[in-house]
């Protein structure tokens, strides 16, 4: 959830410093919202439910960050390209895994203790997520963005996309190699 949030605080950010640095509209910026909205729709309707269904939790988490890692790791290339488009491709990859992991990510919150406390559980996970989108801005205005040219702010956009793909590769191998627990029904 941390993640998505981070992701989508991102956008408003990116949405900004690409208008300067691309030389692009505002409506045109739209699109980068677009792509990540549109992974939104599309993946838990057809492929991140079939996963899940069909593979359980454990492979649905480990597709999801693979997914989501790939897509991070195209903001290197469109970064390089100075490309809208891919920047937009690579938000759309970035949606998928996203969405993928929430598929899963809330009904394991649910089932994954005691049924009575699953609200808790998902209303904490919520406040965490509100949480990521409130520093996430804040972090990418002040940090990434601060005192920086066009080139230099395209190169900080794909350096932290790099290493939020090095975060989740290591999460992916996390997965691997320790097990899940069992869920029960237990009250």
């Not at 990510?105 to 808790?120: N, V």
Request: include cysteine; charged fraction near 10%; charge should be positive.
């Amino acid at each position: 959830m941390l993640f998505r949030s981070f992701a989508y605080g991102l956008l408003d950010v990116l949405n900004s410093h690409f208008q300067q640095q691309l030389n692009i509209t505002a409506s045109k910026a739209s699109g980068l919202a677009a792509a990540y909205f549109g992974a939104y729709f599309l993946c838990p309707l057809t492929i991140s439910g079939w996963i899940l269904r069909h593979y359980g939790f454990r492979i649905t988490f480990m597709s999801g960050l693979s997914v989501l890692a790939i897509g991070c790791l195209l903001f290197w290339p469109s970064g390089v390209k100075r490309s809208f488009g891919g920047f937009c491709g690579s938000m759309f990859v970035v949606g998928a895994g996203l969405s993928t992991l929430e598929t899963a990510a809330d009904p394991f919150l649910a089932i994954c203790g005691p049924p009575r406390y699953s609200e808790i559980r998902l209303n904490l996970a919520q406040a965490v997520q509100g949480v990521g989108s409130f520093v996430a801005p804040l972090l990418a205005s002040r940090v990434f963005f601060q005192n920086t040219n066009s080139e230099a702010g395209l190169k900080n956009v794909q350096w932290t996309y790099l290493a939020v793909a090095c975060f989740v590769a290591l999460l992916i191998i996390l997965f691997a190699l320790v097990p899940m627990p069992e869920i029960t029904d237990a009250e």
